[in-house]
């Protein structure tokens, strides 16, 4: 009874809050403001004297951020433009956080000085109550002050340790191994959480049993509300792929002064960054995931460990991508165990609060459940897209999916044998929802294969006659796709809801990997059974148990000696069912059959995503498989091709996010967070960002941005153009053949032949290094085929060493390292062949002698026969009719447009800073008309040669550029 009796402050508080003077809670007048920070120096800037490009960026991203506005930044390319945006941010970060301590201060000395003043008043329990009125009145503003103090004090005691730990370089420990296994012994996953259960109840979705494996992959409730308590203020740095994000990390390690004082972390996936072995060797991305989540007792997940590691690639430059290489390097060495027992990905995972730099990919950021399964929050951080002229291109790929029909038919054995296995034990909800889930991959499956009937089929026969073109792909609006489908009646949504509650997409793959395993088990068992039967004959016990045998049970139909239940079709369930023939034709492997489930769960997904936003810009695009192979009773390569993508046409709706409560459901209890809207400030920036309008009326206007919450800032190149750059647009080739390389005329033999004697002329003048980019990899393939079959290749080989950019990206560094020393440590040089768009067009520099000429070959247009892209020029032409420019299309100028930005940032790979120089050639007629020529950089008209000299004169030409660039620039 005491303790009620003496709860004075309880009885005060309450007291308080009864008053009129605390019910009108205002901030207090005399209360100090946030001082926003204001600087216009910049000492840590890795190179002595920035440009002044670099300095006027500086200043005004800075002055962007401090006034939490969001910014379109045009800087080209070779300027340093990623080096100045992470500069000026990352300043901005560390003199926000001292204004934040400092405005902390100022706080709480306010309350004190107010307190001391009130303690001469008579009545003490009214000055009390005006104290806890006044705090009351702060404790909102204060709260998140102090919390972010408590975090920013973690992180620079992680930074202060982190000098002191060399984990991945130190020798491991003798007893680590067992000190390992001990500690995984105790880990509540290791224990046999399926006592008592039999191994098939493990995947029914009504246990729990999966659910409590997968916890400690997802964060408690609890865990997530603490996390978010104990964030720092982040700047997150997207770009388009790693290698761009490792030249960032490059570009940081030479800023000393900012390096060691802000925690970093790049975020990865689990396929770049898993270290156990057994697990990414599997090498598909769903694989990789589906083994991950199935570990209960990896030995890279004992906590101390990735808490080590965590705190280790916090406070160090070092990335997670590069930590995973060393570990993975010390397998099949003479070091027996790796520096570390630690697992990259869920140190970064644990770590991701504290950072205070994110460097990232673009889809981490814009797809919410990446972003929710890594833990990344956009709240009041600071987003940077770098490379930004991509990002619409980039959210409509991440938005978009397919799936094939061998995936179709792969997941539907799955879900078949699930079902048929578990039939007299299914909740009747599940039943449902996995019948529906049957009817979906059949009506997909009979879209391929031309099986619709009845009022289906006169609607799949006028989208046809409205898609007649070239191509074998059709055109389908979501409403009519369903509708030819028959699956109109079907609420998508409440199938992804089924499939990710409780992880029974897991489940099901799970009891696919299992019941697949048991039966090559059983296979070899019957077989050698079968060989003994044959040569000793039947036992008696055999005799009389075959007799007693009761009649086939759906369970027991699944035995690989008899015809699989999940290949027998109900007559009574739907017209939309495959032939038998057609499902027989299928391999039964189980076992596999997983990733088939997850990659229709994405395409689902997908819909239900599109269907949610409120506008109808979603298009499926169905491939139907070859008429000829539908009569086959093998699956052919033809089969194999049909597919159904699945692409939007509006990809700026997606940053600013879809309002739903029923997607809330569909993302593991996630909302899908609004990227502009939920961030402080949202950077583009790129080195050809014009029109500003796209990006204005796509991004941020529709997220309720008006023009002066929106900076925009453009600035020249740091070279002297008309003495570094010398670019030439010749309309005819030395032989007189027009550089005609359009669509239908880009194949002739002659034209290929006299672009092969061109690049052997320009090569014998050139020093170092000449890169050559093509259109696309198909027509790189035709002109490479065609040098080949000729002396050209030969000729051009003895002239410079050839490389081609391979398709592959993981070729993509070996071939760029044989290059780079052929082309900068011999006499002869070394000649690349590239395509525009790939790899190497965009975030790889072609510094100094990598690249003393740059030949673009053609016009990059995007190829307006194919389905998609004639869909889209379609709805952007009905939806933006009043936006004709010109005369032209909008259709038409977003052609353009998209074809310039590439040819623009391939000429930008050959100068990447202030004393580079380059010549370049952009081999297509189309280039002599002005229309084209406006859309090319300022500082790249001024140096364009009007007109080109012919051979002889053009030899003089470049001979005289590169003797006076090299002199000067020494």
Known sequence: MGDFEDDIDDAQLIACLESNEVSMLTRPNSAPVFIAPKRTDFPGFPYPTPYPQQIDLMRFFYASLASSKCSIIESPTGTGKSTTLLASSLYWLLDHNQAVENHLSNLRNFLLREASQSTDEPDWIAAHSRRRAQRLQLNKEMEPLEASQKARTKASDIIKRANEVKILTEKPNPRHTKSVRERISLLPEAADMHLGKSADDLFLPETEVLSARHASDQLSPNIDENMEDCRVLQVIYCSRTHSQLAQVVGELMKMKDLSDKVTVVTLASR???????????????????????????????????????????????????????VIRGSEGTAIEEPPVHACPYYANKKGLPLAQLVLTPYQTVVVPGIRDATGLSLRNNVIIFDEAHNLLEAVAASFSAAISYTELLSAGRLISAFSDYYRSRLSAISVLRLRQLNLVIMGCANLLDGKSKGLRAQVRQRVETENQNSSDEVVYT??????????????????????????????????????????????????????????????????????????????????????????????????????????????????????????????????VKNDLGGDDDGRLIVKPTSPASQHQKQ????????????????PGRYLYGLDSPIFYSLTWHFSLLDVVKEARSVVLAGGTMKPFEEFTDQVFRPAGKSESDVTLFSCGHVIDAKRQLAIYAPSFSPGGVPWDFTFKNRNNSRLIHECGEFLIEVCKVVPGGVAVFFPSFDYLSAVWTHWNSTDLFSRLQMTKKVFKEPRSATALGQVMQAYAAAATSSRQGACIVCVIGGKLSEGINFNDSLARCVVVVGLPYPNIHSAAMREKLRFMNERFAKCQKDGRTVGQVFCEAMCMRAVNQTIGRAIRHARDYAAVFLLDQRFARRQLRDQLPTWAQDAITNPTPRLDQLRIHLEHFFQRNASSSR
């Open 635 to 650: 699956t052919s390569a033809d089969q194999m091709a049909g597919c159904i993508r699945f692409i939007i046409l509006n």
């Open 271 to 325: 396929q770049m960054l898993c270290v156990n072995k057994a697990v990414y060797s599997l090498k598909n991305q769903a694989l990789v995931r589906e083994a991950c989540l199935d570990l209960t007792c990896c030995k890279f997940r004992a906590k101390d460990d990735v808490d080590a590691l965590s705190d280790y690639l916090l406070g160090t430059p070092l990335s997670a991508v590069e930590a995973a290489s």
């Open 478 to 607: 979501v409403p009519d796709w369903l509708f030819v489908s028959g699956i109109d009646h079907i609420n998508l949504s409440y199938l992804v809801e089924y499939l990710q509650k409780d992880r029974c997409v897991h489940k099901i793959a799970g009891f696919g990997k299992w019941f697949g395993g048991r039966n090559k088990k059983d296979v070899k068992k019957g077989t050698k059974a079968e060989e003994n039967k044959s040569e000793f004959g039947l036992s008696l016990s055999d005799c009389l148990q075959k007799l007693k045998r009761p009649p086939t049970s759906s369970v027991q139909s699944l035995n690989a000696t008899e015809q699989p239940a999940y290949k027998r079709l109900k007559s009574n369930e739907t017209d939309n069912v495959p032939s038998s023939a057609t499902l027989k034709g299928a391999s039964p492997d189980l076992e596999s059959s997983g990733p088939s489930l997850f990659a229709l769960l994405s395409f689902l997904e997908a819909l």
